[in-house]
């Protein structure tokens, strides 16, 4: 669970230089202080008042110094001085010394924090991506990240300060009048009391509602993704109403309990802020009449304790807008603080070398049973053995459990019994970037980054000789398509590879497999949503990539699988028969009551029991 404690840790490799840049601005904030203090002292000298001992001390200094006659004039002049220092000297320095470094600290924490943030979605379980779609992961860091960057030059460069200012209006009036210091600080500890209490629950409130913002956002990510689905339904006018009464309900949360709260606070605030002003000049009056303080004392104990309680309005406006802002950036760092996927490969840039590995393709499964849920298992005690540049094929009805097989060749899971072994190598001892790096997939639905055709051709090897693309291509039967696009391999293919046709994306899907040169390549039911012209030119991508590796092949389609070596039918979760096309046909079991359904065209997703 993510705190406050959090908040702060953010910044944590720029300490040493957050901490002089505050103390600086807040010694900034203090000097200003000099200025009313000097214009009392000039009161005093009109006035023929005496003026402080230490100020006395240094001008009686600066007369020896400079050999000028001591009187109004001097003492005018070195106060004049003091104030000249503190004010048009100090002008070019506080921005470099106080602002630059704020947001030098924002924009770097930003940066790092932003590619911290891009290591944890490479590095979460693919479950997580399950239960979160793209809008609610994005929303919630950009909320976060950019709230962090905002609130720090706030904080650090105007909240903190500020209060140091405080502190030291409460030192200056103590050394006037302890009395009217004493008052004065009761009188901020319970503002400050106050706006913390009611701060508490708001900030609460805007916990809920940056939940209900995820999910609008959550919401529209999905429309977006689905518009064709949604207009080819006709439903437009019912997701319009659905985020209507979402939105209706964010605002009715902030009308009626968070910006109420903050008017009402407000109100209490700035109503407690006249009555404490009121009464310090009461109180200040008096002890000027009773002869306790001078003229200039007067002057200046008024000016700094109106300083002080004008601070308190642009205070309250930080803390309100820190109060905005909390409920997403702790739910930033409760995103940072979810644990690392088991499936989770290296982060650290790899290039494919030497100590790459390197298998001849033999893959075993002994006794592997698995399930998401360990109480109902999707697998169960899976034996199998898959020989080197041998072709083997899953079949079964849909939840059989061919796609989590390869789910757990791939380590996107471990068995919860059993093992699996790579060339007599449990898969498990293996480093799962490397491992990973000798195998390939082809999904049914082809996933296309919004690029060029050639950079989405490389996507898992940059290093890749243009001529072994063209050759990937040639076996994939891109080269079919590719010189009609507009731009040939540069042409810019779209988010998701809209501009491309089903089989497009799939013959690129392959060819961009085979420039991995993986030893183990997986086609995940590669033709089954393809028409028939598709499926034709996929069949012969396949056909001429068989026997060159060790070949999976999951599909529905049994047209798909005649030449495989070896079938392997699954039933809920076991294997019920195994052999090659013909041999499961003379067998008249679970392969041929498929095959014969095929055949007629019953359908292609029925496997009787």
Known sequence: ??????????????????????????????VDLIVPYAIGQILNVLSNQQIDKPLQI??????????LAEGKPLSLGVILGIIFLVTVVRAPIQPWIGAWFHWEIALRSRRDHTRRAIAKILTLPLEFYDENNPGRIAGRLARGISNHTWTYPEIAGQLIPKLMRVLGIFVVILLIEKWIAIAFLISFIFILGFSMKNLRFLIHQEEILDRYQENTESRTSEIITNIKTVKAFATEANELKRQRQRLEREYKIVIHRIHKGYVKLATWERTIIQFCVFAILLLTLISTLRGEISLGHFITTLTVSSMAYSELEPIAQLAEVFARRYASMIRFHEFMQLPVGKDAGSIALKQLS??????????ELSGVSFGYDSKRLVLREIDLVVEPYQTVALVGRSGSGKSTLVKLFFRYFDPLSGRIFIDGQDITTLDITRYRQRLAIVHQEVDIFNGTVLDNLMYGNPKVSFEQVEKACHIAKVDEFIHDLPNSYYTIVGERGVRLSGGQRQRLG???ALIVDPDI????????????????SIQLAMRSILGTRTTIIIAHRLSTIREADKIVVLDSGRIVEVGSHDELLSQQGIYHRLHSLQETGAGCDILPH
């Open 1 to 30: 669970m993510a705190s406050f404690r959090d908040l702060l840790v953010y910044y944590r490799n720029y300490k040493a230089i957050a901490i002089i840049s505050i103390a600086a601005s807040s010694i900034f904030e203090i």
């Open 58 to 67: 240094l001008i009686d200094r600066v007369g020896n110094i400079t050999n």
């Open 510 to 512: 392959i060819a961009r």
């Open 521 to 536: 390549l997986v086609f995940d039911e590669a033709t089954s949503s393809l028409d028939y012209e598709s499926e034709r």
């Open 354 to 363: 030497s100590n790459s590995y390197k298998f001849t393709g033999k893959i």
